[in-house]
């Protein structure tokens, strides 16, 4: 049995590949199609690994709680949510989606992109396309899917998989570096991907609703009172908000 808010968890933001098909969500990953719920019984360790379900969450709740009363309230009115493990080339194609787009337009792209260029693996459910299937796609191809201004970002990504996807035996700084060094991938992009990827607590990706958040609870503070959960506090502050908590924001 699964112990934490999954469906809040699979589409507050953090991955644009999961559907709800009936009593199930399901996602095509590392070529595999996965169907879960909440009564799942999961013990399949690439899935563990995805959910972060060996990460001790409860102790990392309770410091949260006691960071600060508003955040100890958000922990309380939201349900848990874990931070994903997921790919890294995958996550960073989503977030460079993600620029200016709202969750349900990026998860139409993100579907497009696999049904154009990845592999079926099952009738109906293709794989997110790795850097060697896009090699010989043009910028027109990719605006053609609708990406528009994003399709010479996705090209210089392509361009740069491998140092890009070098980045997970790096220190932040220089993950960062790296990141950035792609056109289109600014500070709230790399941060998701550090954060959505790599597991990396300590990024705190800044929207606009985190930064109206921020002035408004913690103004004269940064994400530096949250070290070393940033990220999951994050997510904490930013699913309060979209549930109307916050009405200000």
């Not at 109906?124 to 299937?133: A, C, D, I, K």
């Amino acid at each position: 049995m699964i112990n934490f808010d999954l469906e809040n968890t699979l589409f507050c933001g953090q991955s644009f590949c999961w559907r709800k098909e009936g009593e199930f969500y399901v996602a095509v990953l590392n070529n595999k199609v996965y169907r879960i719920n909440e009564k799942s019984e999961i013990e399949d360790p690439f899935l563990i690994h995805y959910l972060d379900m060996d990460f001790d969450y409860q102790l990392a709740l309770s410091k949260i709680r006691k960071m600060d009363p508003f955040l100890d309230e958000a922990v309380t009115k939201c349900n848990e949510i874990h931070i994903l493990n997921q790919d890294l080339w995958e996550t960073i194609i989503g977030f460079i989606l993600s620029q200016n787009n709202n969750i349900k337009r990026i998860e139409g792209l993100y579907d497009t992109l696999c049904r154009t260029y990845g592999n079926e693996v099952e009738e109906g459910y293709f794989s997110f396309p790795r850097p060697h299937m896009l090699k010989d796609v043009t910028e027109e191809d990719l605006r053609n899917l609708k990406v528009g201004f994003r399709a010479p970002y996705i090209l210089d990504a392509i361009k740069n998989a491998q140092v890009l996807l070098s980045i997970e035996d790096k220190d932040d700084r220089e993950a960062d570096e790296i990141l950035q060094s792609v056109k289109g991938i600014g500070p709230k992009v790399s941060s998701c991907i550090r954060l959505f990827s790599l597991h990396r607590l300590n990024a705190f990706p800044k929207d606009v609703w985190i930064k109206k958040i921020m002035k408004l609870m913690f103004e004269g503070k940064d994400e530096s009172i949250f070290y070393p959960y940033a990220g999951l506090a994050q997510q904490y502050l930013f699913h309060y908000a979209r549930l109307g908590y916050l009405p200000e924001v």
